[in-house]
Nanobody, 121 residues
Framework: QVQLVESGGGLVQAGGSLRLSCVVSGSIFSLNSMGWYRQAPGKQRELVTSITSGGETNYADSVKGRFTISRDNTRNTVDLQMSSLKPEDTAVYYC???????????????WGQGTQVTVSS
């Protein structure tokens, strides 16, 4: 059973910083891309940033220069450092990982339970 557990959300003033962390545990044969998505009230879930197993990163235009994703392949963790936060960054943030649970199973997307980030103006 694969689990993704996020931590680090909270309330912060505009211009402040937060760091989100996600730990992947359970039956993991192989771990591919990891990333962070967010969903604001009344909006669709959107990709914030992703990182491949080799360290290549991708960022949404809205967060470039403010957010930084990193991962530790030895600990199966992915972090999101968020700086210069804006009220429009307010959302539930979800950790995502592409995982093969065993050699006989194909890649599957797994999700964390989500963590709330609220940025006050």
């Amino acid at each position: 059973q694969v689990q993704l557990v996020e931590s680090g959300g909270g309330l912060v003033q505009a211009g402040g910083s937060l760091r989100l962390s996600c730990v992947v545990s359970g039956s993991i044969f192989s771990l591919n891309s990891m990333g962070w998505y967010r969903q604001a009230p009344g909006k669709q879930r959107e990709l914030v940033t992703s990182i491949t197993s080799g360290g290549e990163t991708n960022y949404a235009d809205s967060v470039k220069g403010r957010f930084t994703i990193s991962r530790d392949n030895t600990r199966n963790t992915v972090d999101l450092q968020m700086s210069s936060l804006k009220p429009e960054d307010t959302a539930v943030y979800y950790c995502n990982a592409q995982i093969r649970a065993s050699a006989t199973k194909w890649w599957k997307d797994y999700w964390g339970q989500g963590t709330q980030v609220t940025v006050s103006s």
